[in-house]
Nanobody
């Protein structure tokens, strides 16, 4: 499974960016895709996740500003980021996770895309 993320870049505070993540390979169509982010010296943290045609989960720090959406086929996720703040500056990682009848969940990560918000 490969995850290809795109859409990062440099934006001024208050601006918007849209991240995309496309998954390819063999995986369950019902899965959880989403985004985590990481800054130097800090642990990777949740941004938002969404189950295929299902529930969403957001970090408190992005609620009301970021929106995650999915396609119905279960292989693409988007993160619309509005009202960006300098604190949102990080490398954003796309993730895909799915569960099977037995064993722990299987999870994949993309290569990361840099988001920089200038003040």
């Amino acid at each position: 499974v490969q995850l290809q993320a795109s859409g990062g870049g440099l934006v001024q505070a208050g601006g918007s960016l849209r991240l995309s993540c496309v998954a390819s390979g063999n995986f369950a169509s019902i899965n959880v895709m989403g985004w985590y982010r990481q800054t130097p010296g800090k642990q990777r943290e949740l941004v938002a996740t969404k189950v295929t045609r299902g529930t969403t989960n957001y970090a408190d720090s992005v609620k009301g500003r970021f929106t995650i959406s999915r396609d119905d086929r279960g292989n693409t996720a988007y993160l619309q980021m509005n009202s960006l703040e300098p604190e949102d500056t990080a490398v954003y990682y796309c993730t895909l996770k799915y569960y099977t009848a037995a064993g722990p969940p299987t999870e994949y990560w993309g290569q990361g895309t840099q988001v920089t918000v200038s003040s």
